[in-house]
């Protein structure tokens, strides 16, 4: 369906057809769409904007990013979907690798994300290549399975829309973990090293724009602000924005 850009919904309708178009093109396993819905309620209680407390997240992971030795970005079909062009520009900018890993494990799928993200200006895609598997132990799902060149070596990986399982695990495995999640209560959200609590279609463009400012930046100053972050209490400051904006419609 084609949405008019007068609708005053317009952002919400269009993200939510190119999910459904990506659904259909065999991207997002229909799941996606359920998860989608879960963040859209969150998003809601927000305003839809990104609160101060994200972005300082975002700050801080955007230090961490460009203080890693080896950071890999894990890709799933509703990342891919929403934000394919700007996450290939996140990995240019730091550089960092790109790894598909899915939760709803499919080769056929797998490949059609690589080959999206390849489209999009990608040269290299970890994830899809059988010869170089190694597993992430105590996780459940195929989420384990990694491979060995990307987030198996990676010191920091961030992980877009992520079950809270695999976020755990990588901090067991002594990987940073980066999360960008709506919801922060999620397990996720919880064990995370940094978590930026926001939309991916806002959060992306705003790393990207961070990271090419705070570039310059020694290797000092880049681990004081990744040492001196809390990410308990920044997801306590981000409970209080969004309680303050519901208080407003109370
Ligand atoms: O492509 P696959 O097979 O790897 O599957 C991807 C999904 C998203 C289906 C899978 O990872 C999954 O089931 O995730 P969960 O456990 O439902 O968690 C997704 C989290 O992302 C939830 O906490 C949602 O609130 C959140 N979320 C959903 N849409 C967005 C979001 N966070 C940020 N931006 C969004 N647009």
Redesign the pocket.
């Known amino acids: 369906m084609r949405i008019s850009r007068n609708h005053p919904r317009f952002r919400s309708l269009e ?1 939510r057809e190119r999910l459904v178009r990506a659904f259909q093109a065999g991207v ?2 229909p ?2 769409l ?3 819905g ?6 809601y209680l927000f305003g839809e904007i990104t609160p101060k407390s994200s972005q300082a997240a975002s700050r801080v992971a955007a230090a961490l990013l460009l203080s890693a030795r080896n950071p890999v970005i894990s890709i ?3 990342t891919a979907a ?1 934000i394919a062009r700007d996450i290939v520009r996140l990995a240019h900018s730091v550089p960092a690798g790109l790894e598909v ?6 080769v056929a ?1 797998e490949r059609r994300i690589a080959s999206l993200l390849k489209r999009n200006g990608a040269s290299r895609v970890f994830g899809v290549n059988a010869n170089f598997r190694s597993r992430v132990p105590g996780v459940a799902s195929p ?1 384990r399975i990694v491979d060995a060149e990307g987030i198996g070596d990676a010191d920091v990986v961030l992980i ?5 399982d695999r976020a755990e695990a990588l901090r067991k495995a002594g990987k940073m973990v980066i999360a ?4 922060p209560m ?1 397990r ?2 919880r064990a995370a090293t940094i978590t930026i609590v ?4 806002r ?1 992306i463009p705003e790393l990207v724009r961070v990271i090419m400012k705070m570039k310059p930046l020694s290797r000092t100053r880049l681990s004081a602000m990744v040492a001196n972050f809390d990410n308990e209490r920044n997801l306590r400051r981000v409970m209080k924005d969004m309680i303050r904006y519901m208080q407003g419609w109370a």
Do not use: C, M, W, Y
């Not at 926001?198 to 279609?201: E, S, T, V």
């Open positions: 993200t997002v396993a799941q996606g359920i998860a989608h879960r963040g859209e309620a969150f998003d799933n079909g509703n929403l890993n899915l939760f709803h494990k499919s799928r989420r877009p829309l992520e079950d809270g960008i999640d709506l919801n999620s996720t959200s926001d939309n991916i279609i959060a």
